[in-house]
């Protein structure tokens, strides 16, 4: 779970960063690419909320 939130920390940086460097140097391309982080993390933490409630739902016999 550790792991989980050190990726989500790191992930926030890149994304404030990446607006940061676009709002200094006003190349879409660093905005562009806070946007696909923001995304791909979105959709990877989607998919563990997912998981962790499919692990509390089912009942999986051991």
Do not use: Q
């Amino acid at each position: 779970m550790w792991l989980l939130r050190l990726l989500a920390v790191l992930t926030v940086i890149t994304v404030a960063v990446g607006v940061v460097v676009f709002l200094f140097t006003k190349d879409p391309r660093y905005l562009h690419f806070s946007w696909r982080v923001f995304r791909y993390a979105l959709v990877v933490a989607l998919l563990v909320f997912a998981l962790l409630i499919l692990e509390r739902v089912a009942v999986i016999p051991v």
